[in-house]
Nanobody, 117 residues
């Protein structure tokens, strides 16, 4: 079992920045990758960014060049630095942990990001 706790969401003006954090606990050794997903009202959940245990990163097309995912293995924490925020980035952001084996992903409770125009 992996537990994930997100923090760092809030209200920001367009063009501003926020940094989200996701602290993992529990069976850390079972995690192959971690990622950030987001879901806006009436929309499907979509990938924002992911990072493999070896450091390989992947980004959704809409955030490339503006968002950066990173991790601190000593703190078991993954970060999402969000710059040049746009109103369309408004959503609930969820942290996810992907296991090496099986399909039982772990999800955080979500943190809301609101970008005003």
């Amino acid at each position: 079992q992996v537990q994930l706790v997100e923090s760092g969401g809030g209200l920001v003006q367009a063009g501003g920045s926020l940094r989200l954090s996701c602290a993992a606990s529990g069976s850390i050794f079972s995690i192959a990758a971690m990622g950030w997903y987001r879901q806006a009202p009436g929309e499907q959940r979509e990938l924002v960014a992911s990072i493999m245990r070896g450091g390989t990163t992947n980004y959704g097309d809409s955030v490339k060049g503006r968002f950066t995912i990173s991790d601190d293995n000593a703190k078991n924490t993954v970060y999402l630095q969000m710059n040049s925020l746009k109103p369309e980035d408004t959503a609930v952001y969820y942290c996810a942990a992907v296991p090496f084996r099986g399909s039982d992903w772990s999800w955080g409770q979500g943190t809301r990001v609101t970008v005003s125009s």
